[in-house]
């Protein structure tokens, strides 16, 4: 049974810093990873999608690496700003990509002015 | 991108009545739809899997009976509570499979279920 974590739980920095969060999964066997921005009491907004055959996607200030054999995933925010403050989760689908997805437990950042 | 709505986006209700909860693909078919629970400050647990014509897949511990499933059309799933309890109170979310992009889910908005 897949199982995914999130660490830190929770994180808060000061504006301009950059962010480092981390997404762990116990089987590699995955065929993509996505990463998902939740404000409180909305949906879910993707950020970034990497296939299995990817190391790495960009989008804007947003980096994510994917290391399959050793089951992490990482987000980077570039000089994080007050609006960056939400709730980042990571998931995997189950079997073929498009599949019901397993979810972290969340990372709830706060960057503070 | 593709929309997926939600409504009602927030309902109150007495314990022991039915809320119905839809899931819409706005501007794509899904066969596929998938229903999630997120408990305050917790993550999203999947709920059930609603397909197109047929019976919903439920994961375990998941009651078939309380958490009544229908998707009747390429574009509706509806969640149905029954008889509601405190319990029951939640954020649930819903997202959609594109029939012509099966790698791709878009998540609805959720609806916040408040059960007094």
């Known amino acids: 049974k897949q199982e995914v974590t999130q660490i830190p739980a929770a994180l808060s920095v000061p504006e301009g810093e950059n962010l480092v969060l981390n997404c762990s999964f116990t089987?590699?066997?995955?065929?993509?990873l996505q990463w998902f921005r939740q404000d409180p009491g909305k949906g879910l907004t993707s950020l970034l999608l990497?296939?299995?055959?990817?190391r790495e996607q960009t989008s804007g200030r947003l980096n994510a690496s994917l290391d399959k054999s050793s089951g992490r995933s990482t987000l980077y925010i570039a000089a994080s700003q007050p609006g960056d403050s939400a709730t980042y989760l990571c998931?995997?689908?189950?079997?073929?990509?498009?599949?019901?997805?397993?979810f972290g437990g969340g990372t709830r950042v706060l960057v503070k002015p | 991108g593709a929309v997926v709505s939600q409504h009602p986006s927030r309902v109150i209700c007495k314990s022991g009545t039915s809320v119905k909860i839809e899931c819409r693909s706005l501007?794509?078919?899904?066969?596929?739809m998938f229903w999630y629970r997120q408990f305050p400050k917790q993550s999203l647990m999947l709920m059930a899997t609603?397909?197109?014509?047929?019976?919903?897949?439920?994961e375990q511990g998941v009651e078939k009976d309380k958490f009544l499933i229908n998707h009747a059309s390429l574009t509706l799933s509806t969640l149905t509570v029954t008889s509601a309890h405190p319990e029951d109170s939640s954020f649930y979310i819903c997202?959609?499979?594109?029939?012509?992009?099966?790698?791709?889910?878009?998540f609805g908005p959720g609806t916040r279920l408040t059960v007094l």
């Open positions: 609603s397909n197109e014509g047929s019976k919903a897949t439920y």
């Open positions: 501007d794509f078919q899904a066969t596929t």
């Open positions: 998931a995997v689908p189950k079997g073929a990509a498009g599949n019901k997805l397993t």
């Open positions: 990497i296939q299995s055959s990817q």
């Open positions: 997202s959609a499979r594109d029939l012509a992009d099966t790698d791709t889910q878009y």
């Open positions: 089987d590699s066997a995955i065929y993509n």
